[in-house]
């Protein structure tokens, strides 16, 4: 994947986490009057939408080490106040001492919480859940417009094997894994929004807790099928001069031509690393909010990307905010994956006579495999020791 | 098509055999907050 297209994702994500980029700032206040305390200036600029600037409350936490000595008058406050210590609280500018242990309990505030809660409930479902509506409608749009794709005068009726009993189940059970995937992680994201006003919370209720325990286990089996299916082909997918050609021939799609491919055209190619690197990023977040707060890892990514590319990402995140980095994440790389998806399973089911019998059966129509892979066929049948042009083995 | 419903069915063995199996190692994460030590709200 291109670097510089996953720097401009992530600092997508972080500047949509940043809200202060959607608001004005609010006017310079005068506090004199409340001995630099909130003002009612400040509460009405918050209430108009206002980026005000906190760091008059968030940096008057008090010091200790400034306390008057005990001998002068009021010396044994210790320097700090009820009002700084309960500041201090709130930015999470304390060291607290607890009983309870955990990477995220000695975090008794943090108000990031309502930044992801937009950012999930709003552009994330509008933005996620609008592509794939649109690729559905585009592809229904394609298939009225370029009709099914079908093989030049009529299949051979011989047939070569396309793909083993091995690797056909490795393909079903990533794709199984990943559309149980796909349906329960909509059900999450989309279910408050759209099946509670329908279905009502209590059976919503049983429908997300099914979904919670199908999504968190069948990820393990998405994983041994992405770990699978890349041992499998990835030898095959290494992108070559060949691919340029059938790019530049668009597949063949609009003109009707058929350009040269070995296994996997240039398409295929595509959505296999598409599928890989987007399924390791997908399956590393799932990891982490599979196990909460135990595998932080946006923030050490972020320094890597500021040491690499000089941006500003930031370094220092909350054990709550690592999670809800991860828990958006997910959801813009699954959405990428689905797209993908989809247009996959159309051309390999009804968009392409033939093709979906590579992964049915694995015996793929000789003329078919002819006409979309010719140098693959070229290479099998010289292995058998079949000369061209005279008929394939079943 | 024996692959393809094969894999379902195993797809569906590892969902639900990942549990007890992750539980083994003291992985579980749906049993965290779930032990009769932790405390409930309720």
Known sequence: MNFKAVTAALLLVASLFNTSWANEAAPVVDRTSTGGAQTLEDIMARQAQLNVDERFRSENIGDPSRAKPITEQLGTNGGTSDSEVYRAIRYNEIDPSLQQRGPAAAVLIQDAGMPWYKLREGPVITYGGGALLGIIGLLIIFYFVRGRIMIDGGPAGTTIERFKAIERFGHWLLAGSFIALGITGLLTLMGRKFLIPVMGPEAFATLAAGSKFIHNNIAWAFMIALAMTFVMWVAHNIPNKLDIKWLLAGGGIFTKSHPSAKKFNAGQKIIFWTVMLLGFSVSLSGLSLLFPFELPMFAKTFALINSVAGTDLPTVLLPHEEMQYANIWHSIVAFVMMLAIIAHIYIGSVGMEGAFDAMGNGQVDLEWARQHHDLWVAEVEAKQGIGQGKGGSS | ?42
């Open chain 2, 1 to 42: 098509m024996k692959a393809m419903i094969s894999a379902f069915v195993i797809a569906l063995v590892i969902a639900f055999a990942a549990p007890p199996v992750l539980n083994e190692f003291g992985w579980s994460s749906a049993e965290r907050g779930s032990s009769a030590s932790s405390v409930r709200l309720n």
